[in-house]
């Protein structure tokens, strides 16, 4: 884990890059020419704290400091990761690393954004070239795992290793190349895409959004997480990879593509693209798609994290990152009530009629037992545990989309095989009242599944939260059972 | 809707239409000159069954017949729609359609899965040919949304029209080409990554497994949901696309891929293709992987689903379809106690611990008061409604991934305002009772969010239950408050 870093650049790219920094907790100097740099960033940041509140409950870091540097020299003073994500022209990347180079503390790690340029002239100019890789993102950086990590010439082996090493401690999935070599894989890739998809459009076979629409209903889906070669191993059948080519290799010898040329772009395709585009968005603003787009890859990559598969392995790997990195709750025994969880209200929380879903003020609850849990150290790894027998909800609020949460904890009492709790769940903004839930929790062994009693360190600590909770008054609504009151 | 259809060509795509079909409810004949044709449609429909249960709660209908018949003329027989998924040969596919045009009814709409031969000339021998239309579609047929509908020089705009109706009843996406043309606009996007990724793999560049990761863990995401214009739309900022192409047009004349040939399939290429494909695999069975694939498909859609975009619009679409459809249920206000709703324990309800999460039994109990408000007339859809004020749970036994559950429901009183319920879930399989739900509704009016007394043919519903279920014993657990009993 680094703790400093600086940015030359603060564009779409360059923003992202300081939004995922900050947010992992890395204080960042940020290089940029433009008057508007601070702002942008700003910008992306917003957008940023809203995703990863909504990708992960897991407790993310204190944010990061930012700086805006007046010059690449002063950026890079005392910094341990240096990521450039300046224009896409060889000259101007070329000058701007050389100066940086020699104003950053020797052993600094340098990175380039480039989409494509190779490393080794990006280098040439450097003091300390060795120390240099590209580091290639995908935007929304602060949102996708993918970097691709190509050093040059001169790069180090352990340049590659030690950019990759950061890379994953900022839960990317770094991909490193086996060798240096023009837009890497994955541009290689979309442009072959993309440049299809021109064609397309400059025949007037198709508008960009039947484009979209055949990629995003269709292979899209399966692309988001077993791209291309795994997909068509299993349209092989039991025979695998040699079986699918001979079924299919000969149709790439059919004159399907037009991929021996590049479309012009005219103004008139210019002006065809731009006005489908148009039409294809629809008045929506490009903040507004953004957010769609946001949205639809928390989804995507929650969904996949349930799987514990491609993206969502990286999700996965990135909170167990953050949990083991969690300073210890600040709660203390003596802490009454105790104050052990919060969420922000997804908006997957909301049903059919707008509102939360009552299960999901339930599912508030048990994760508090979950912290509470931990709390008294249980390592819910399969181990002993407390299991819920009995739970009384009441609803007294609505909370809405977005909205901060959290819940306090009253132990009403125990013995050596269970805790009674009484959880409250409040609004953060106006401490409301939402919902209560007093449960019974009851001791079990691991293995046997039986009822047994707690270690006694466990029911010490019990002891202990119970003792500091006797003086708190009972809660009105403890005790209740449901009833027909007139 | 459809009742009858027939399959000709029952592979990889055949089989999937097959069960798309059946478990539409609509009776499949297929011919398939196979002898293995009905073992591999049977395997394709349990991997559909399983599939299909997962992607949704909503109610699926009573699954079609599945028949082999022994040549094409019998499977077209009286049939309303016939699909053609011959392997990829004009001449065979050409013959095929001739001969079962002559054999169908005038009227059954024809289609042929093709990924790219032309329907003017897969036509060209048919009775009525005008009838005729590509519906391409993609693997897994069973889940996957898109299919490109492509008519020929003779295809009448009511059959496109047809077609295209036919495949959404079935819960797709049918995007309608604009001309007839070579390898649609899917294939020909696909083949273009395709093709580049065989040069990246034939130069060593990378592996198929390197060169799938660039694609999982970056692009593909956002192909997912918004395939290749919008995401470059965003890309260009609020200046959008014409803004993008002045920063990005000039990258497609750099000399980055290798589009202008296609790789050689030699002996060579083709080893290292299927020994990199194997290793990624690593033992994995095509089966596994196909599940694999299935888990990641539904979890993507699902997820997308939750923002109602893309594929997730798609799911939500048939959905709406699948309850218009639905049969009423057959709990009638008599049956004591009511039994309202089921489902199979989905694999996302499972927490760290292996566990059905606590929260999740609260969300098929909240299910089953959903069901109960349906019951008595109504429509969920933001007006008056009952909202649940306490819940007290009791956890008996637990439940695993896959079981199928059931509730049962038992009105204990009610007023004007308010409705007492008890819910029991059980596992279906051995009728054990694993949890319990006793809930207090009140009635809320619309619009003021305040209780108000429920409308009187809501009331005289309510009352007949009751009336019903009050010769029922009370529920051992009703009543109950949560305490150290000791």
Redesign the interface.
């Known amino acids: 884990m680094i703790e400093r870093a600086a940015l030359l650049g603060g564009g779409?790219i360059g923003g992202g890059w300081a939004a995922r920094l900050l947010l992992a907790g890395v204080d960042v100097a940020l290089y940029d020419p433009s008057p508007d740099a601070g702002r942008v960033v700003e910008q992306m940041l917003g957008n940023a704290r809203r995703a990863l509140r909504r990708l992960t409950l897991a407790p993310l870091p204190a944010e990061g400091t930012l700086t805006l540097a007046g010059d690449p020299e002063a950026a890079v003073a005392a910094v341990q990761f240096v990521q450039e994500s300046a224009p896409?022209r060889e000259g101007l990347k070329r000058e701007l690393l050389a100066r940086a180079s020699r104003a950053a503390p020797p052993e600094a790690i340098f990175a380039s954004s480039t989409?494509?340029l190779l490393p080794s002239r990006l280098a040439a100019d450097m003091v300390h070239p060795e120390r240099f890789t590209v580091g290639h993102p995908?935007?929304p950086v602060y949102l996708?795992?993918?970097v691709?990590v190509c050093g040059g010439e001169r790069t180090t082996p352990e340049t590659v290793a030690r950019a990759a090493e950061i890379y994953a401690s900022l839960g990317m999935?770094p991909?490193v190349?086996?060798?240096e070599?023009?837009?890497?894989?994955?541009?290689?890739?979309?442009?072959?895409?993309?440049?299809?998809?021109?064609w397309?459009v400059a025949d007037?076979?198709?508008t960009?959004?039947?484009?979209?629409?055949?990629?995003?209903?269709?292979?899209?889906?399966?692309?988001?997480?077993?791209?291309?070669?795994?997909?068509?191993?299993?349209?092989?059948?039991?025979k695998?990879?040699?079986h699918f080519?001979a079924q299919f290799?000969p149709?790439?010898?059919?004159?399907?593509?037009k991929?021996?040329d590049?479309p012009e772009?005219t103004e008139e395709l210019?002006d065809k693209?731009?006005a489908?585009?148009?039409a294809?968005?629809g008045g929506a603003?490009?903040r507004s798609?953004?957010r769609?787009?946001d949205?639809?890859?928390?989804?995507?990559?929650?969904?996949?994290r349930?799987?514990d598969?491609?993206?969502?392995a990286?999700v996965a790997t990135w909170e167990r990152l953050l949990h083991a990195r969690a300073v210890a709750p600040a709660a203390r025994d003596d802490e009454a009530p105790l104050r052990l969880h919060r969420v922000d209200v997804p908006?997957?929380w909301i049903d059919?009629?707008?509102?939360v879903?009552?299960?999901?003020y339930?599912?508030a609850?048990?994760d508090t037992t979950d912290a509470l849990l931990r709390h008294l150290g249980f390592a819910?790894?399969?181990g002993d545990?407390y299991?819920?027998?009995?739970?009384?909800?009441?609803?007294l609020g609505q909370a809405r989309a977005g909205e901060r949460l959290h819940v306090t904890t009253q132990v009403l009492?125990?013995?050596e095989k269970?805790v009674?709790v009484f959880h409250s769940l409040y609004r953060t903004d106006d401490d409301a009242l939402l919902a209560t839930a007093?449960?019974?929790l009851l001791h079990v062994a691991a293995g046997s599944g039986r009822a047994a009693p707690a270690a006694p360190a466990v029911l010490a600590r019990v002891a202990r939260i119970a003792a500091a909770h006797a003086a708190l008054p009972r809660p009105e609504r403890?005790?209740?059972?449901?009833?027909?009151r007139?």
């Open positions: 779409v896409e989409s494509g995908f935007n996708l795992p993918l691709e999935r991909l190349l086996r060798r070599v023009d837009a890497f894989i994955a541009d290689r890739l979309m442009e072959a895409l993309w440049r299809e998809a021109l397309l007037d076979i198709a960009v959004e039947e484009i979209d629409d055949a990629i995003r209903f269709g292979a899209g889906l399966r692309w988001s997480f077993m791209g291309t070669f795994l997909t068509y191993r299993i349209a092989g059948g039991e695998g990879m040699r080519i290799g149709a790439l010898q059919l004159p399907w593509t991929l021996t590049v772009l210019l693209l731009v489908q585009s148009d294809q968005a603003t490009t798609l953004e769609l787009r949205d639809c890859l928390i989804a995507v990559m929650q969904g996949l349930a799987n598969y491609a993206a969502g990286s908006p997957e059919y009629n707008g509102h879903h009552e299960s999901r339930l599912q609850f048990g819910l790894d399969g545990v299991m819920t027998v009995e739970t009384h909800l009441g609803h009492g125990h013995d269970r009674h007093e449960q019974m403890a005790g209740r059972s449901v009833a027909l007139h």
